[in-house]
């Protein structure tokens, strides 16, 4: 392997040159050796915990290859009868503290110590069972966290806090007690997930795994009386392969079309149509910002991972985000208006089933804001993984599959609606809208290079017409971090902002086949921008269902139904939920008040103006009026106390005030 | 991990032994594993954290295989390994044990050898400390 004056160090007997590796470890897997690992991931910081990367370093004695950076001249074995042992007991001792119930777990055969534990021909293990049971936390929409099955790698905690900024897990208690936990060992619903799942795609075991609706989607299917539909996400096309045994980045969306007849679906339509329609809506949103510069930048929402992290640490830019729905839920909202006239059936018995890349989706669709009259316009989010299984288990030979396509015209969709899947996609999109929306000519060149690409955060000035764009596309969490912050100081200078929770965007969703490999998320991306290629229309639009549809159903573009069904809106969520405490209620539930008793209002004096109120009620007989609660923190500390009096706010407020307010505002009432 | 784990898993072969659970793969593991903490751990307290276990076994290793082999302890410290036996020659049949048992595991006629049922005995040695002619043997 030497070729020139590079330093170099001997592996197994091999002599293998030292380029820019970091470590001994991507030394040894640079020469094809696949030394096993718990804990390291190229992505994240290294750990060295699990002890399962040791080599023997001549003269230094047994070390982890991934804390040791090469040295010229090191010479190492990699496989000697002591390391092998030690290996074998590393892995004996995870499994003696393991819940072996690899047949049901959701990771069997794609889990790392299950495959270690037959590579090593781990035949017993020679220590007793250690474990003791700890509750199942069931309570996000998006994963599960069984403690029983973590191996305390730690994998998690570092994808939280290194790659989304977030850090809503982290190791508490010391030696044997250690465990993963949300903070104050919360459930994880309650705590700052954003519901992204990277922590399932790098756990090795079936410790953080995604949440399964199979069954629901089965009793949907068997149930005579409703319409199931599905609608597949772009990135779902170039991952499902994978689960069955293809290449990653294989195009195989008529296959899936066919599978998912065969499964029972009603029709089959593509999530490309919904983001035709959410460019659509997007770039006019944008095109309007931009012209009476409101607002700007702007941020995508497409993404409900990054849209759940503004609500919860930038609550400030949220004017900011698009208000469009995202494409799911564009869907989602467009299938529930439309088919149950046009079958003649309830709006509830219309089953919208969407097939995704990513947990965030099984999220997103139970937001509050989703459903419509006790309906959700998603009912089910199945993850890629979910319909591989689904399709194997109903022992559909996927590989014999002939390809169908969708259904119309919901199925139509251009080249903009399928990039959607990679980072820079939307913008991509956005920009072909907008350049020829804002030129009124025909783009000769409808490829943008400069979004596309593979850094975490890329600019690009793009120039439409006259005016130069300035974009910013950022995928993961942390990155969107550096962006907002600047939008938030007043610092930010560019003008549209994509931002894409998971590395490499919606292809490198923990929805997708577990892989943290750049190479597969690569090779994803890749397989839809070449799906975008073989389409015949690459701009949204030209796709003339959708301009159909705004004849038929949503009126003008950005016009009042459209924004009634297409569009949004958010909530701050930077204070976990905490529900007011009731303290005087009344029957007729006339006029609400509110008094913070947070920690600063408490020390301003709220506690009185509390106490003066009640008195005041109880003198002049208004129980029956008001309903009097005590509120938590309401962002407002620096002006405290606060006190809410129906819809006025009061700041600084004086319990002299606050009767005045509430006289003034009960008067018409008790007029009458 | 390593440590984490191997500690916890070196006290229960170390119950193992003082318990009379043990046999001599015991041993052979309790070895490997030690030395597979003290190698493969990432800190200096887990590298140390076996060598209790590990020297103890290097320089007393008969008072190792006792337990293990010959299931007895000579220091009477493992109660497990513990048979406390009425010497019939020794014993003059004054009933001070009788009456020191806190289980009536003891019994025997008056100037008799007195017997211990194995059954009921709890091992509390309180029979050889009433015992004037040291007549309890193996406590």
Same mark, same amino acid.
């Given at each position: 392997?030497?070729?020139?004056?590079?330093?170099?160090?001997?592996?197994?007997?091999?002599?293998?040159?030292?380029?820019?590796?970091?470590?001994?470890?991507?030394?040894?897997?640079?020469?094809?050796?696949?030394?096993?690992?718990?804990?390291?991931?190229?992505?994240?910081?290294?750990?060295?915990?699990?002890?399962?990367?040791?080599?023997?370093?001549?003269?230094?004695?047994?070390?982890?290859?991934?804390?040791?950076?090469?040295?010229?001249?090191?010479?190492?074995?990699?496989?000697?009868?002591?390391?092998?042992?030690?290996?074998?007991?590393?892995?004996?001792?995870?499994?003696?503290?393991?819940?072996?119930?690899?047949?049901?777990?959701?990771?069997?055969?794609?889990?790392?110590?299950?495959?270690?534990?037959?590579?090593?021909?781990?035949?017993?293990?020679?220590?007793?069972?250690?474990?003791?049971?700890?509750?199942?936390?069931?309570?996000?929409?998006?994963?599960?966290?069984?403690?029983?099955?973590?191996?305390?790698?730690?994998?998690?905690?570092?994808?939280?806090?290194?790659?989304?900024?977030?850090?809503?897990?982290?190791?508490?208690?010391?030696?044997?007690?250690?465990?993963?936990?949300?903070?104050?060992?919360?459930?994880?619903?309650?705590?700052?997930?954003?519901?992204?799942?990277?922590?399932?795609?790098?756990?090795?075991?079936?410790?953080?795994?995604?949440?399964?609706?199979?069954?629901?989607?089965?009793?949907?299917?068997?149930?005579?009386?409703?319409?199931?539909?599905?609608?597949?996400?772009?990135?779902?096309?170039?991952?499902?392969?994978?689960?069955?045994?293809?290449?990653?980045?294989?195009?195989?969306?008529?296959?899936?079309?066919?599978?998912?007849?065969?499964?029972?679906?009603?029709?089959?339509?593509?999530?490309?149509?919904?983001?035709?329609?959410?460019?659509?809506?997007?770039?006019?949103?944008?095109?309007?910002?931009?012209?009476?510069?409101?607002?700007?930048?702007?941020?995508?929402?497409?993404?409900?991972?990054?849209?759940?992290?503004?609500?919860?640490?930038?609550?400030?830019?949220?004017?900011?985000?698009?208000?469009?729905?995202?494409?799911?839920?564009?869907?989602?909202?467009?299938?529930?208006?439309?088919?149950?006239?046009?079958?003649?059936?309830?709006?509830?018995?219309?089953?919208?089933?969407?097939?995704?890349?990513?947990?965030?989706?099984?999220?997103?669709?139970?937001?509050?804001?989703?459903?419509?009259? @006790? =309906?959700?316009?998603?009912?089910?989010?199945? &993850? /890629?993984?979910?319909? !591989? $299984?689904?399709?194997?288990?109903? %022992?559909?030979?996927?590989?014999?599959?002939?390809?169908?396509?969708?259904?119309?015209?919901?199925?139509?969709?251009?080249?903009?609606?399928?990039?959607?899947?990679?980072?820079?996609?939307?913008?991509?999109?956005?920009?072909?809208?907008?350049?020829?929306?804002?030129?009124?000519?025909?783009?000769?060149?409808?490829?943008?290079?400069?979004?596309?690409?593979?850094?975490?955060?890329?600019?690009?000035?793009?120039?439409?017409?006259?005016?130069?764009?300035?974009?910013?596309?950022?995928?993961?969490?942390?990155?969107?971090?550096?962006?907002?912050?600047?939008?938030?100081?007043?610092?930010?200078?560019?003008?549209?902002?994509?931002?894409?929770?998971?590395?490499?965007? @919606? =292809?490198?969703?923990?929805?997708?086949?577990? &892989? /943290?490999?750049?190479? !597969? $998320?690569?090779?994803?991306?890749? %397989?839809?921008?070449?799906?975008?290629?073989?389409?015949?229309?690459?701009?949204?639009?030209?796709?003339?269902?959708?301009?159909?549809?705004?004849?038929?159903?949503?009126?003008?573009?950005?016009?009042?139904?459209?924004?009634?069904?297409?569009?949004?809106?958010?909530?701050?969520?930077?204070?976990?939920?905490?529900?007011?405490?009731?303290?005087?209620?009344?029957?007729?539930?006339?006029?609400?008040?509110?008094?913070?008793?947070?920690?600063?209002?408490?020390?301003?004096?709220?506690?009185?103006?509390?106490?003066?109120?009640?008195?005041?009620?109880?003198?002049?007989?208004?129980?029956?009026?008001?309903?009097?609660?005590?509120?938590?923190?309401?962002?407002?500390?620096?002006?405290?106390?606060?006190?809410?009096?129906?819809?006025?706010?009061?700041?600084?407020?004086?319990?002299?005030?606050?009767?005045?307010?509430?006289?003034?505002?009960?008067?018409?009432?008790?007029?009458? | 991990?390593?440590?984490?784990?191997?500690?916890?898993?070196?006290?229960?072969?170390?119950?193992?032994?003082?318990?009379?659970?043990?046999?001599?793969?015991?041993?052979?593991?309790?070895?490997?594993?030690?030395?597979?903490?003290?190698?493969?751990?990432?800190?200096?307290?887990?590298?140390?954290?076996?060598?209790?276990?590990?020297?103890?076994?290097?320089?007393?290793?008969?008072?190792?295989?006792?337990?293990?082999?010959?299931?007895?302890?000579?220091?009477?410290?493992?109660?497990?390994?513990?048979?406390?036996?009425?010497?019939?020659?020794?014993?003059?049949?004054?009933?001070?044990?009788?009456?020191?048992?806190?289980?009536?595991?003891?019994?025997?006629?008056?100037?008799?050898?007195?017997?211990?049922?194995?059954?009921?005995?709890?091992?509390?040695?309180?029979?050889?400390?009433?015992?004037?002619?040291?007549?309890?043997?193996?406590?």
């Amino acid at each position: 392997m030497k070729t020139s004056l590079q330093p170099t160090l001997t592996i197994d007997g091999r002599e293998i040159e030292i380029a820019d590796e970091r470590n001994l470890l991507e030394l040894i897997r640079k020469a094809d050796i696949d030394l096993p690992t718990f804990c390291y991931h190229s992505e994240l910081s290294i750990y060295g915990a699990c002890r399962l990367c040791l080599v023997d370093v001549e003269g230094r004695g047994i070390m982890a290859a991934c804390s040791t950076p090469p040295e010229p001249g090191m010479k190492l074995r990699t496989v000697t009868d002591e390391i092998r042992e030690i290996r074998k007991i590393s892995v004996e001792l995870l499994l003696a503290n393991h819940d072996q119930s690899c047949p049901t777990c959701a990771r069997s055969a794609n889990c790392q110590l299950q495959t270690l534990a037959r590579q090593l021909g781990i035949e017993q293990v020679r220590f007793k069972p250690v474990q003791q049971r700890k509750p199942i936390d069931t309570s996000s929409h998006s994963l599960v966290r069984d403690p029983n099955k973590c191996v305390l790698c730690g994998d998690c905690v570092r994808m939280c806090s290194e790659i989304q900024d977030i850090g809503a897990i982290d190791f508490a208690f010391r030696g044997h007690d250690v465990a993963v936990l949300p903070a104050m060992g919360k459930d994880l619903a309650e705590v700052a997930c954003v519901n992204c799942g990277q922590c399932a795609t790098v756990c090795p075991t079936g410790a953080l795994t995604v949440k399964s609706e199979m069954e629901l989607v089965w009793k949907a299917i068997a149930d005579k009386s409703k319409t199931v539909v599905a609608q597949i996400a772009p990135a779902v096309r170039v991952g499902l392969g994978e689960a069955m045994g293809l290449k990653p980045g294989e195009i195989v969306t008529g296959q899936i079309v066919a599978a998912i007849r065969r499964l029972g679906f009603d029709q089959v339509y593509d999530t490309s149509f919904a983001a035709d329609l959410t460019v659509t809506e997007e770039a006019t949103e944008f095109l309007k910002r931009k012209a009476n510069g409101k607002h700007l930048p702007q941020f995508t929402s497409c993404c409900p991972g990054w849209v759940k992290y503004a609500e919860q640490f930038f609550p400030e830019i949220l004017p900011n985000l698009s208000t469009c729905k995202s494409p799911q839920q564009m869907f989602g909202s467009l299938l529930k208006e439309i088919l149950p006239e046009q079958l003649g059936v309830k709006r509830g018995d219309v089953i919208v089933v969407s097939i995704m890349p990513c947990t965030a989706k099984k999220f997103e669709a139970r937001r509050e804001e989703f459903t419509k009259e @006790c =309906v959700a316009d998603v009912d089910f989010v199945l &993850t /890629t993984q979910e319909l !591989a $299984r689904m399709i194997q288990s109903s %022992g559909i030979r996927f590989d014999k599959l002939q390809p169908e396509s969708f259904d119309m015209p919901f199925g139509f969709y251009t080249g903009a609606g399928v990039i959607f899947g990679a980072s820079g996609g939307v913008t991509e999109a956005v920009l072909r809208f907008a350049a020829e929306k804002v030129t009124g000519e025909k783009l000769k060149k409808v490829d943008f290079e400069a979004v596309r690409g593979e850094s975490g955060l890329r600019e690009a000035n793009v120039k439409v017409g006259d005016a130069e764009l300035r974009l910013a596309v950022v995928h993961g969490l942390r990155n969107a971090r550096v962006v907002a912050e600047q939008v938030r100081s007043g610092k930010s200078q560019y003008d549209l902002i994509e931002v894409m929770a998971c590395p490499g965007g @919606c =292809v490198g969703g923990a929805g997708q086949p577990v &892989t /943290t490999s750049r190479e !597969a $998320r690569a090779q994803r991306r890749q %397989g839809l921008y070449k799906a975008d290629r073989e389409s015949p229309l690459h701009k949204s639009q030209e796709n003339p269902y959708i301009t159909e549809t705004y004849a038929r159903c949503l009126g003008e573009v950005g016009g009042e139904k459209a924004h009634h069904l297409l569009h949004t809106h958010y909530v701050n969520r930077r204070r976990m939920e905490e529900s007011p405490l009731p303290i005087l209620q009344s029957g007729d539930r006339r006029l609400n008040i509110g008094v913070c008793v947070g920690t600063n209002c408490y020390v301003k004096g709220s506690q009185q103006i509390l106490q003066k109120l009640l008195q005041h009620v109880a003198e002049h007989s208004l129980s029956h009026l008001v309903d009097i609660r005590a509120m938590f923190c309401t962002e407002n500390c620096e002006h405290g106390p606060t006190v809410l009096i129906g819809d006025e706010r009061i700041t600084k407020c004086t319990a002299e005030q606050a009767i005045a307010a509430v006289e003034e505002q009960l008067q018409p009432a008790t007029a009458d | 991990m390593l440590c984490r784990e191997g500690t916890r898993q070196l006290l229960a072969l170390l119950d193992d032994v003082i318990e009379g659970r043990a046999d001599e793969n015991t041993l052979k593991l309790m070895q490997t594993l030690g030395h597979a903490v003290q190698v493969g751990s990432l800190c200096g307290l887990g590298k140390t954290a076996p060598n209790p276990v590990l020297s103890t076994m290097r320089y007393f290793r008969e008072e190792y295989e006792d337990h293990v082999i010959r299931k007895v302890c000579k220091c009477g410290k493992c109660k497990s390994l513990l048979r406390p036996e009425i010497n019939q020659e020794k014993c003059k049949g004054c009933g001070l044990c009788l009456k020191s048992c806190p289980t009536n595991a003891i019994t025997g006629e008056k100037k008799q050898p007195h017997h211990i049922n194995a059954e009921l005995c709890i091992k509390c040695g309180a029979c050889a400390k009433a015992c004037n002619l040291s007549a309890v043997e193996g406590v």
